[in-house]
Structures are given as C-alpha cells and as structure tokens.
C-alpha cells in the first residue's frame, strides 16, 4: 500500500466534505478513522482542521511518518453530496478497499447528478416569501420578497463568476437587493420594505455559521471557531452595510419600523411559513427528497415549540434555548433513521431561529438612529444566538457520552 497515495485520496474526501458543509470535528473524525482502517495507529493520526486548512500527519505501520497538507479556497454547501461522501468514509473504514476501488466510488459521488438549478431558485423563492411573512409581513409582501429572493440567487450566481471575494459578493449583493425592496414599495407591488427586506436578509444571512462558530469554541474547536465566528461577524456587517445603504440615501425606512413587535402573524401562519422556509432551504442547501420534507417538518415543529414556551416564559433565552434543544435532538433521531450526518438536518429544521429580524431591525435602528431600537435588537440577536449555540452543545456532548458509552461495552 502506498501510504502517501492513501492519504492524499483521504484528503480529497476530507476536502470535499469540509467544502460540502460538514463540521470540523466530523472531517477530522473521518481523517482517523479512515487511516486507522489501513493499519495506521489512530493515536499517531493528527489531523488539524481550520475553515481553509487542512493538516494531516501519520505513522503508516512501517514507522514512516507522512505529512500533507490541503489549503481549502472554496465554499459551495451541498447536503446530498456530504451525505454520499460521508457514507463512503463509512464503507472505506468498514470494508477497506483498494486504493483503486476507493478511488473510483470516490469519483462516482462526485460526479452523482445534482439537483435541478430550477430547484435552488425555487427555494430562494420559498425562503424570502415566507420569511417575510413569517416575520409579520403581509401576503403581497411576501410575492415581493420572494421576487427579491429571486434577484439575490441571480445576483451571487453572476457576480461569482467574476469576484472570489464572499464578502464583496455579498456587500454587493445586498446594496442591490436593499434599492430593489424599496423599489417595490415604491411601485406598490409590497407594503412594509422591513418584512420585505428581512425575507431577503434571510438567504445571506451567516446565522447557522455564527451559531455553529460559538458551539466550536464551547466544545473546544477554539482556532477553527474563532475564525468562523470572525468570518460570520463579517459577512454579517457587510450585509448590514449593504442594506443600510439605499436607506440612508433615500433617508431611512421612515415610519415602518416595528421592531420585531411586528411578528404578529397568528401561529398556524407562522408554523406553516415555517415549514415552507425550512423546506426552501433545504433545496438552497441541495438536499433532495425525503431529506428536504423531514427537515421542512423539523422547521415547523421547532417553531411550535418556541412559540408554546413563549406563551409560559417571558424573554428570548429560554424559549430560544428549549427548541435549539429540540431540534438538536429531532436532528440526531432523523440522522439515525436516515444515516446521515445530524447537521444535514439541524442546519435546515433550525432555520426559523436564525436571528434575522433582530440583524435587520438592529442594523435599521443604526441608520435611522433609533438608539433604542438598536440596542435592544441587538440584545436580542446574542440572546437568541448564544441560547441557539447552548442548546446544540448541550445534546452533541450527550450525543458523544451516550456513544463513547455504547462503544465501551460493545
């Protein structure tokens, strides 16, 4: 066997599973495992991840130390190819094929036929129209978010072909789509440019990114969560930017704000938008089929929750914090049933969590120099992402006792 060659095919699914969406601690599980299937001591494996890294050392079982290292410069989230590909780490570790053999199932899920481009499009549709209904717009808002969603996808796919840098692409982006929401009000096709502008914000918006940044740190991943948070923190503030801009030269949103008091929407309306979003974003994230309704249905029942602990508990924490929990544990059962990584499922079912109203409404009181309105939405959105990050940890330590504990008695 050559050992050089097996690490670098290792690499290469390690690389396209990071680039995917998967998180640094399953990539790097993964990395050991499958060098330990080829007689490698998984105690002389060292595998170092970072969001643009990857550093791998072995001891192959003839003593000689091998050192690659992977420099990651792309960023393109699909949920069915990470599926494939971690079905394929498990087969490798299980089965121990030959290095030609590996080679070629590992081809055979790279080149798997992908969704439709149409379907990605239909889910920028979903995820904008029912998000701005979801948080209080009205149903012609909601057509004209969705308009605006369509806009979004168009312009990140036409300026990706010319800008590498994500947050040009993004601060661009969101200046576009910030001139376009007010044009929409102004031409009568929406009625509240914030619900219009939130739906939007919604598809840029790095939420699960700056959530899963705070439980790297909290689980002890510090290098690789520090750097998605300051990742996160930066896209963030350049689609502020982007949107507070056409405000500012137009001179604000003017008498609209509501705050986000004005999710008044009735709970069927906001457990049905829920659902259609989450769903929305599963196409967004490619997932297909059976995945991408299990997490529409984890979306809607995650928002249910939420809503029936507001009704009994005052303040965002708590509530916030129970349904991160729920979803945390409604992701580990389906990734059971299905066999399938959990963050395929988290990612999508916990979309209605994301702080996106609080970015919007804390970015709008800044320009229109609500200082109120400012400071309490921004309270609201590090509430709401702090108690979202405890909540994920809490079940992935128990998801690791309660297996650490299974192996030992097997």
């Not at 499958?34 to 969001?51: E, L, Q, W």
């Amino acid at each position: 066997m050559d050992y050089n060659k097996l690490l670098q095919a290792i690499l290469d699914i390690a690389e396209e599973m990071l680039v995917c969406g998967a998180e640094v601690s399953r990539v790097e599980e993964s990395i050991e495992r499958m060098c330990g299937a080829y007689g490698c001591d998984r105690r002389r494996v060292n595998a170092f991840i970072i969001t643009s890294n990857i550093q791998v050392t072995l001891e192959d079982p003839e003593g000689h130390i091998i050192t690659q290292i992977r420099r990651i410069v792309r960023n393109d989230t699909n949920f069915d190819r990470l599926d494939h590909l971690n079905d394929l780490s498990r087969y490798i570790c299980r089965e121990r094929p030959p290095l030609s053999e590996l080679l070629r199932r590992y081809e055979a899920v790279m080149n798997r036929r992908g969704l439709p481009e149409w379907v990605e499009y239909l889910g920028a549709l979903l995820i904008a129209g029912c998000f701005a209904v979801f948080f209080g717009g009205e149903a012609k808002d909601g057509a004209a978010a969705a308009l605006l969603g369509l806009l979004i996808t168009l312009a990140m796919r036409f300026s990706g072909r010319f800008e590498e840098n994500q947050l040009a692409k993004v601060f661009m982006t969101s200046v576009l789509a910030g001139f376009a929401a007010l044009a929409e009000v102004g031409l009568g096709l929406g009625n509240n440019v914030d619900k219009i502008m939130i739906g939007g914000i919604m598809l840029l918006i790095p939420g699960i990114a700056m959530t899963n940044s705070l439980r790297d740190m909290l689980i002890g991943d510090l290098a690789s969560g520090l750097l998605r948070l300051v990742n996160s923190l930066l896209l963030a503030t350049a689609i502020a930017c982007g949107f507070a801009l056409p405000l500012i030269l137009t001179g604000g949103a003017g008498g609209q704000l509501a705050g986000m008091a004005g999710m008044t929407n009735r709970m069927p309306t906001q457990v049905v938008t829920a659902l259609l979003g989450s769903v929305g974003f599963a196409f967004f994230l490619k997932m297909k089929g059976r995945q991408a309704v299990l997490a529409g249905v984890g979306g809607a029942a995650t928002w249910l929750i939420y809503l029936l602990c507001q009704q009994q508990i005052e303040g965002y924490f708590i509530p916030y914090f129970i349904a991160s929990i729920f979803v945390a544990i409604y992701a580990e059962i389906m990734a059971r049933v299905n066999r399938s990584p959990a963050t395929i499922f988290l990612t999508a079912a916990a979309v209605p969590l994301i702080p996106g109203g609080s970015l919007y409404y804390t970015m709008a009181g800044l320009v229109n120099r609500e200082q109120q309105l400012f400071a309490q939405s921004g309270e609201n959105a590090l509430t709401m992402a702090l108690a979202i990050a405890l909540g994920f940890v809490s079940i992935a330590i128990l998801t690791r006792y309660i297996t650490g504990i299974s192996s030992q008695r097997k």
